[in-house]
């Protein structure tokens, strides 16, 4: 094992619904109980896929990085995590999804709540202060958006 076990218990997985959409993300833990119980199976997506090998006790299980639920109707058993400041930022690694900066940011609607636009996951996305107020309300694209 490369990794000390608490630093592997501090990763996360992404979860899959059945249709391979990315509903959120758990931590390792939540992820086991998952495999462990046969709600989600492991999800490959290259051949270059690596997880972690996580020894309990009792058991030895292989925690692959995107798992799949296997459960029906996800949306009523499974509570995607809010979208707030500190989730976004976690998703984004900390960096405006804009220009890449990791200062001064903020939260910012891709299509912007005066258009519509709703306050879920993929329409939110970590923007530093400068994009956010460069962009207005007028940006539809990430592209039109990066400063010059
Ligand atoms: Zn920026």
Redesign the pocket.
Known sequence: MTNPFRQVLEQSVVVFSQNYLPVCRVNIKRAIVLLVTEKAEPLDFSSEQSGWLVRSPSVVVQVPKHIRLKIASSERTWKAPPVNRREVLRRDRHT?Q??G?SKHLTLDHVIPRSRGGQHKWDNVVT??E??NSKKETRCLTKQECIPV
Do not use: D, L, P
């Open positions: 405006c804009y220009c900066s923007a530093c400068r994009c």
